[in-house]
Every structure is written in C-alpha cells, then in structure tokens.
C-alpha cells in the first residue's frame, strides 16, 4: 500500500491480530444480542487493529525516506572489520552479503551481512523499502550502536538497506 | 613465583561457587519451604522465596560479568522481585518457586553454553592479552627507542582510526610525517603513518583502492603482525597493508608512550579484531 511517496507494509502478525478478532466478533455477535448493541463501538475498535499499526508504519517509513539523504552524505564507507565499540555513534555504510535475516515478518528485520573482512548485525526498526532474502549483495547505510543500547557488541542501526547486485 | 593457573584464579573460584549457588539457593528456598510445611510449620511465604532473589542476582552477576550479555539472565532479579513480592498462599507459592528454580537452572546451563566464558581482565579491556601481547612484547626493543611525541602521535592517530574519525586521523598522521626528520622517514613507524594516512584520506572520501597504493617493503617483514601471502590479491594486500600498519602504532604507542596506554587499552578489542583478521 502506498501514502504519498511511503510505501506502507502492515506485519503478518498485525494481520493475524485482526483477522482473529474479526473472527471473534462475528461469532460473538451472532451468537449474543449484547455483543450485537455494542457494534458500534467494536467496529471501529477492530479497524484500529489495522488502522494504528499502517500509522506506526507510515510515520516510521517517512521518517527513514527523510533521513536516508542525510545519511547518504554523511556515512562513510568501511569494511565490517573496521566497525568497533570506539565508532558507536557514527554513520557508516557497508557492503556486503546477506547470511541471515531474522524477524521480517515482525516489520523489525534484522539481518547478518558479511563482507570479506567479517559480518555484523544489521538491525532495522522498520520495513525496508526492498525486499531483502539471504545471498542478496546489500549496501547498507546506518548508525554504529550497541546490541543492547549500553552494552553488548556493535551493530548498525540501519536507515536503508538496499540491493546492488542481482544474485 | 609459579604463576597462579586459569583455574585456580580467585576470580574463577568465585565463579564457580556462584554458578553453584543458582540451583542451591533456588531449590533450597523451596525445599526449606517444603519442610517447614511437611512439619506443619507456618513461615512467611517470603523467607525462603529469599533463595530464589538471591539465585537470580548471582545470575544475573554471572551474565553481567561475559563480554556476550545475556539480556534474559540479566532481567532475572526483576522477575523475582516481581513474584515474590506479590502475596501468594504457601502452596502455590512454593510450586512457583520450584518452576522459577527450575528456570533458573536453564538460563544457567544457557548462559555457560551460549554465552562463553566469563571475562577475563583482558576482555574487559583491563590489560593486554593473547596474540596482541605476544606482538607488543615481540616488537618491544625496536619501538622503545622512539620520541616519545612521535609514539604519542601514534597513539592519537591509532585512537582517531578506530574512532571513525578518519578526517582527524589523517591530518595527525600527516603532522608526524611533516615533523619528522627525512631520515625517520625511512623508518618502519613512518611508513605505517603514511599507509594509515593514505587510507584514512580515501576512507574519509569514501573513495575506492586506488590502482597504486603504499605496502611495506620485505625489510619490515619482521615488524608485521600479520605475514602477507604472497598469493592474495590486490585488495587483500591492500587491507593488510592498514591491519598491519594499525597495529605498528599501536605497538609503537604502546611501548613508547606509557601515559597513552589507558586509552590504547579501551581500543584493545578494535587491536585484537586486527590481529585476528587472516
């Protein structure tokens, strides 16, 4: 679904969420006269379902596309070797090959990209504007962090993630 | 003196009394429990439910002190806090003690399984260790011997390198190089300066291996941390060139500048990852 120039994806588990009470509801109201008197309230509720997670989507999407220039100008390009507790802060690009991708179906995927020099975890909290599976060539663009904020090894918090090569 | 081996560490002893006492104090809060009310005995449900708080902070200590955290061992004191505060009858709250026991055990086995050692004063960036060690004291006696300016400069431009700041790098490099009297500039630290220089320039550019770059010649051979293979390509030799010009200055710094070894020691794991690279 697209709002304005944001390409907006909604989670399979958001889905899931409303299909199952949508479910809920009709059998519910066709089987108590009280659920049926409170429909107009209900109805709504259920779309919210729907309605909140698109918002959460759209506002992140927009807030990555408006961010993504910036880090284009900024970020270096290194080797994953490179990247280290020193550099927590710092806007980096890297490329390399997707070994793993974990939590897509979350809209927060997190992938494994190594280049010859190592790999490291790239973590998005939104969905990406591609499609991104394992053995895809990646240039990545996004911020040094911690795993766990204060602690734990380095990973990139990542802005935008892109293929550059067909595999 | 023979020195005091790994497992004989008072750090590792502890460790070991603590791993211990996470399936001792967990299970013992609730077998206490269990005997008091085999014997008819009415005990505030919180007194031994004070064995599994316990557990979960040793817990939590063994995970906090790994350089990989466990985030779930981490969280466990809150957990406790959480169930053995809120009132509870005697019997239930002894069958969640036994499961929260038995939680706790497997976070344990987890954490000694997944999570690997825990770390050691050189992990935790408190003094040198493994093969950066063996490299600082194998080119000890040709570094001692320099300015120690100079071998503060390399500490600067090693600590700016690994920072990212690749801008600040160069211009310190370039500083040495420029001060530097033609002689020295035959030297191995010069010519680590000037690879570390030329990268960081391309680095800060974001710019690609250009066609000609700078490498050691095979007189340094020696000084090198990592030995080139004579089969790599271009791009291999290109990268090893800067791994082994990093770790020149920080050797350099390391053994000439001892003011700087604080900060060289907070970038020791940046130095490690150098080394290690093949």
């Known amino acids: 679904m697209k709002i304005g120039n944001v390409e907006v994806k909604v989670s399979i588990v958001a889905v899931a969420v409303f299909v199952f009470f949508t479910i809920l509801l009709l059998f519910a109201s066709m089987s108590s006269p009280e659920v049926r008197s409170q429909l107009i309230w209900l109805v709504p509720g259920l779309f919210m379902l729907l309605v909140i997670p698109i918002a959460l989507n759209y506002m992140s999407r927009r807030q990555y596309a408006d961010m993504e220039p910036v880090y284009e100008a900024e970020a270096k390009t290194v080797r994953i070797r490179l990247i280290n507790e020193s550099m927590v802060g710092k806007p980096v690009r890297v490329e390399g090959i997707v070994e793993r991708v974990h939590f897509q179906f979350l809209n927060r995927p997190q992938y494994l990209v190594a280049d010859r020099s190592g790999e490291i975890s790239v973590k998005m909290f939104t969905s990406p504007n591609e499609d991104v599976k394992v053995n895809d060539v990646v240039e990545v663009f996004g911020q040094v962090i911690r795993r766990y904020i204060f602690t734990g090894d380095p990973v990139i918090n990542c802005v935008s993630i892109r293929k550059i090569k067909k595999t | ?278």
């Open chain 2, 1 to 278: 003196m023979a020195e005091i081996s790994e497992k004989d560490h008072p750090q590792n002893s502890l460790n070991s009394v603590l791993e211990i006492s996470v399936p001792l104090f967990s299970f013992g809060g609730a077998f206490i429990a269990i005997l008091f009310q085999m014997q008819g005995i009415s005990i505030d449900f919180h007194i031994p439910a004070l064995g599994c708080v316990l557990a979960s902070c040793f817990l939590a200590y063994l995970a906090w002190i790994r350089p990989k955290k466990d985030i779930v061992a981490l969280t466990t004191p809150i957990y406790s806090f959480i169930f053995f505060t809120v009132p509870v009858d005697v019997s239930e709250g002894i069958l969640l003690q036994i499961l929260y026991a038995v939680s706790l055990t497997i976070l344990l086995i987890r954490l000694k399984y997944r999570f690997g050692k825990p770390g050691t004063a050189v992990t935790l960036g408190k003094e040198l260790g493994g093969t950066l060690k063996i490299y600082i004291d194998r080119t000890r006696n040709a570094f001692t011997d320099i300015n120690p300016k100079t071998a503060h400069s390399a500490a600067v431009v090693f600590v700016r390198f690994a920072e990212g700041n690749y801008g600040e790098a160069e211009q310190g490099a370039k500083a040495v190089l420029t001060q530097e009297d033609a002689s020295d500039q035959q030297n191995t630290l010069m010519r680590a300066m000037s690879i570390i220089r030329e990268h960081a320039m391309l680095l800060n550019m974001s710019l690609p291996r250009p066609v000609t770059y700078q490498t050691f010649p095979k007189k340094d051979l020696g000084l090198l941390a990592i030995s080139p293979d004579p089969a790599q390509d271009a791009d291999a030799e290109f990268y090893l060139s800067l791994d082994n010009a990093l770790l020149i200055l920080f050797s350099a710094a390391w053994n000439a500048s001892e003011r700087d070894r604080q900060h060289l020691l907070a970038c020791q794991v940046f130095a490690q990852k150098l080394i290690s690279s093949k």
